[in-house]
Every structure is written in C-alpha cells, then in structure tokens.
C-alpha cells in the first residue's frame, strides 16, 4: 500500500530554516508527480509546491517562491521540501502527497502523510 512519511519539522525562529523530508513506498516513485501542502491551525489544505516526474518541473505557490526549494531523490523515493527565510506564516501541519492527476495545483490528493509540524515563533 501507498506510504508517504514525512519528517523534519520542528520549531524554529523567524529567518530559520528547515528541511522536509517525505520518504515514500508503495508505489514508483520515479513516475509520479509529488507535492507537499500545508495546511494552518482553523484554516484549509494551501498547496505549497510541485515536482513532476520526468523532466523535474517545479511550481511554488507566490507565498513560498524565493524561500523554499523542492526536489526529489528517486533513488532513495525521497522527497524534500527546504525551506528558508521562514516567517511566522509559515507555521502549518506540512504533508506530502501524490496522485494529483498530473495537475500543477490539484484540487484533491489520491493519497497524503500524516504530516510533520513546522512553528515560526520569537
């Protein structure tokens, strides 16, 4: 069955970084487009970045561009999300996911982890 765990999060200070990991089985990795969402404390799933299979495309929604960087290890069917400059805003439960329908910013997921938690806090 499709497993998706993530780790990394943790609490850091505004202008920290971290790193995201997402190790996947259960499925081929290498040929599925994988994303990492994330969703606030009382608000909805925000979708944060895409990677596609194949030819690696990647998208970031404007909240994130410039800071985080996604990127994927088909080896290891790993996936990483690294995410700088953090600001309190970012503070959310971070997911992978996959089975978005080859779509840029899906509208549903076949298949998310559990989720790691991610704090911007002074």
């Known amino acids: 069955q499709v497993q998706l765990v993530e780790s990394g999060g943790g609490s850091v200070q505004p202008g920290g970084s971290l790193r995201l990991s997402c190790a996947a089985s259960g499925f081929t990795f290498s040929s599925n487009w994988m994303y990492w969402v994330r969703q606030a404390p009382g608000k909805g799933l925000e979708w944060v970045s895409t990677?596609?299979?194949?030819?690696?495309?990647?998208y970031y929604a404007d909240s994130v561009k410039g800071r985080f960087t996604i990127s994927r290890d088909n080896a290891k069917n790993t996936l990483y999300l690294r995410m700088n400059s953090l600001k309190p805003e970012d503070t959310a439960m971070y997911y992978c996911a996959t089975g978005g329908g080859g779509r840029i910013t899906p509208i549903r997921y076949d298949y998310r982890g559990q989720g790691t938690q991610v704090t911007v806090s002074s």
């Open positions: 990677i596609s299979n194949g030819d690696y495309r990647i």
